[in-house]
């Protein structure tokens, strides 16, 4: 089978244009390029494979994320119905004069050609230029030169120029000549005959909330910080506290935080704190038995398939669940942290000391992809996902004829919701081309 | 190969490196510097060498987990109380 190379583009008529390649456009993408229809999937990031490809696990059946993630991610980089176009960006989309979409598009250049990095990362180790590790969420640093991680797809390495010290280090290290300083940003032009919009979501910034100390207190932590220490390309050599590289032992949940609250401006449940929360329990009580791992919550919402026995099984094996909102963290000097709330059960203010606090952080829309369209306007509701204009009967139809939608792009969910809602994305676009043809 | 090898001096014509770059590469070598001195004769934890070199304790973590992540340090066990991790410099 042949390999798609993402530099490619050989014909500029596709079939759909799928925008963002997590989970959900990979689905649709895969289903869609199993019918016989030529897709152009198109991601912001180096890689493929969203938020997803960098869990842990999953819940409730705590397989490995990257065990179920990366053959779906391989299938789709090797389809042959399917080009891949990363580190771009959709800059315009407008219908013409033969029902088609007319797609401008911008492509950042990687400064590695593509198809001769075979991922060595020798340009890695020569670069003497650090800089914050994104994909590590800012525990750790990285090159200016590097592979996004272990299991990113491409496995090509690309330049952050921005942080480039234009040594030339890394092209005097690079063993196949692949480093090329002269790439420009490139403006694409295709036709599709239908998009699909599967453009994720955003995590809630907790640096929002003064009282619970996030970006002030190094212990204070996301729940994707701690996901990626649950990892197996973990940040740490274990599960580690940022302060100190202390190993915690007692560690503090913080349920919705930025969900289901009107001061942040997002009064919704997010849909998967409650259950990722108390997936990362049950896997931080199996790496550190020693641990006591305390969930402070308002409701516990496990409404999902052998979500509530996923629930009771934490409890059993010693997660402490604690009705109560968090009213404000304050941190000690040896970097412990003081969490002050209202305890439900007793009705009595009460403080509690922890050595690393974890916080749940919501699911936020993305709704930056709407400002592309031009002439037509893809509306979106209240809390800014896309509209679903008919949302019992055909979910993935969108304000614009021919432009579905797909996954978090439409509201929170989870990733059993989100390969659901691709399938219905990718039926209703292959009806939509099957109408057009 | 050789046209290859120049793409570095064509970019260098229209682009100059950010001196904030300069500034993290600058000190990540210095703190680079200290931690390795500090563990030059045995391992030690994090707090361990953050009192030795006098850099910030949280710093410390910072750059010892970029030197473990980058092959300059490894792991050498834990402390009797279970909490703190021993690190030593990567032997060649």
Redesign the interface.
Known sequence: MEIQQETCINESLYDVLVIGAGIAGEESALKLADMGYRVLLVEKEPSIGGKMILLSKVFPTLDCAACITTPKVSETARHPNITILTLTEVEEIVRDTKNRFSVTLKKKPRYVVEKDCTGCQECE?AC????NDQFQFN??????VYIPFTIANPRVALID????????AC??ACPS?C????QKEEQLKITAKSVIVSTGFKLFDPIQIERYGFGRY?NVITSMQMERQLAPTR????I????????P?KIAYVFCAGSRDHTVGNPICSQVCCMYSTKQAQLLMGALP?ADVSLYYINIRAFGKGFDEFYEQAKDMGAKYVKGKIASITEKENGNLILRYEDIATGKVTEKEHDLVVLSVGILANPGITRVFKKERLETDALNYIRQTDLLQSPAITSIEGVFAAGTATAPMDIPDTIMSAGAAATETSSYLARLS | MEAKQKTIDIIKQTRKAAPEAFEARKLYLKMRKAIAEALKDEPKTIPQVAEATNIPIGEATYYMMAMLKFGELSVNGIDDMDEYYFYELKKA
Not at chain 1, 240 to 247: A, I, N, Q
Request: proline share 7%; with cysteine; hydrophobic share 35%.
């Open positions: 180790k003497p230029a650090i800089v525990l750790t640093a990285r090159k200016a120029i921005d942080n480039c010290l234009l040594c030339g092209e005097k000549n480093i090329d300083f002269t190094k940040p740490f050599n274990n580690l506290r940022p302060s100190d590289g202390k190993v032992d020693m």
